[in-house]
């Protein structure tokens, strides 16, 4: 894999937490530094830097997108991330 670029990994990024009764529902992929100071900067802070004004907008967007592509089935709710 020399030479061959390949895009970072992603970590499931939680829009609303789990303590406040989030699911698999609410994650968007980011990368893992990007991840780190979403939780370092808290996520109000974070997405509102990045030009994101509701990131639960955002959450329902990408599960959208995500069943948009045919190949998926609704995210269950119960899954544990």
Known sequence: MMGRKVPPRSDPAHMKSRGAGGDARHL???????????????????????NVSDHMELAEIYEQRWLEGGQHEQIPSDLDF
Do not use: A, W, Y
């Open 28 to 50: 968007v992929p980011l990368c893992r530094d990007c991840h780190m100071r979403q939780h370092s900067k808290g996520i109000i802070t974070f997405f509102g830097e990045n």
